[in-house]
């Protein structure tokens, strides 16, 4: 399945392009494995690298170089949200800025969660600095203090088909929690992410969710230092994120955007002020689907390649559950994905 970037693509024509998709890695990208991803771009990419380390340093902060050239992985530091987004956002920038325009089209950007701030800056809707405010402002809400947190629960089985017994599990024991008024906690659903359902909610919620879900393998699982974004215990968080971030750094994207409802923003059409809404208002407290997000690139926009960014390729498996529940290009079940996704799947990352 994986691939460098562009390796295996067969292209029709000595003229002819390839329309592809973008797809922007969430929270949870740079791991242990993806230590040292900018040191081959270090060269090619070093101004924009630059910039990033000299906005850190301004706000005392480690610069990326130094987080990306440790000698090892550290996971109280590198999943911190406040050096997590950076990393995240200058790794993908990179894999896009790589990504050969002679060759390919990009007709369409997505991406997961914090994905979204990704596609905002890399679809011309942001520049360098607002790109910058805006990943390192939302990736530090939670600096002092997580709020809440998310578990994740499969509602497909081994061969990714659906699971009606997983999914009604998720639903009944949301609803049993939420029939207490809060007195057990609260927990909503957070993700929907391919064949997975990310849940989020405080610390009373999430355990009665951990305790309450059938195990199955590893599930559920809580995530590291993730809050509950997407969910209503994040009201606050957007409210002081209104307050710290002015609408003046949102543009018109040059590239259409698909956000976390599925709704598309085009280039002519988009509103400056209803995007800065949508970004730090309903995106931030409000559940982010990215099946539906995955599922509108390819009815809308018909890419003959899905293009995932790195780092890594976390998101491999949700981007091919949604290709299976689509049954796009015939993928109808996981071994079909795993044999075939060479061909409309690149993974930027591995």
């Known amino acids: 399945m994986s691939s460098s970037a562009g390796s295996d693509i067969q292209v029709g024509g000595p003229s002819q392009k390839q329309r592809i998709v973008v797809i922007c890695p969430g929270r949870g990208s740079y791991t242990s494995e993806t230590l040292g991803y900018l040191k081959k771009y270090q060269s090619k990419y070093a101004e924009f690298i630059s910039d990033i380390d000299e906005r850190r340093r301004q706000i005392g902060e480690p610069t990326i170089s130094e987080l990306d050239n440790r000698e090892k992985f550290s996971p109280g530091i590198h999943t911190r949200g406040e050096h997590a987004s950076a990393l995240i956002y200058a790794c993908s920038y990179c894999d896009f800025m790589n990504i050969d325009r002679d060759k390919y089209e990009i007709v369409a950007i997505c991406g997961n969660s914090m994905g979204w701030y990704l596609a905002l800056a890399f679809g011309g809707a942001l520049d360098w600095a607002g790109s910058f405010q805006l990943i390192q402002t939302m990736g530090s809400m939670m600096k002092q203090e997580i709020v809440g947190g998310q578990i994740i629960y499969p509602a497909v089985d081994d061969n990714w088909q659906p699971d009606g017994v997983r999914q009604r599990a998720v639903y009944a024991k949301l609803e049993e929690l939420a029939s207490h008024e809060g007195r057990l906690g609260q927990a909503y659903i957070s993700i929907w992410l391919g064949g997975f359902i990310v849940i989020g909610g405080d610390k009373a919620g999430l355990d009665f969710m951990l305790k309450g879900l059938p195990r199955t393998g590893d599930y559920p699982f809580q995530l590291i230092n993730h ?4 969910t209503p215990l994040l009201f606050e968080t ?14 018109k994207p040059h590239t259409p955007l698909i956000d976390g409802r599925g709704h598309i923003w085009q280039p002519y059409s988009t509103g400056q002020q209803e995007l800065y809404e949508y970004t730090l208002g309903h995106q931030v407290y ?3 689907d990215f099946t539906t997000s995955i599922t509108v690139a390819l009815k809308e926009f018909m890419p003959d390649q899905l293009w995932l960014l790195g780092p890594g390729a976390s998101l491999g498996g949700a981007i091919g559950q949604t290709l299976v529940k689509n049954r796009w290009k015939k993928f109808m079940s996981k071994n079909d994905f795993k044999e075939r996704s060479k061909e409309f799947l690149t993974l930027s990352g591995v």
């Open 238 to 251: 957007s409210k002081r994120a209104l307050e710290m971030i002015s609408p003046d750094i949102f543009h």
């Open 286 to 288: 409000a559940p982010y």
């Open 227 to 230: 809050a509950a974004f997407h």
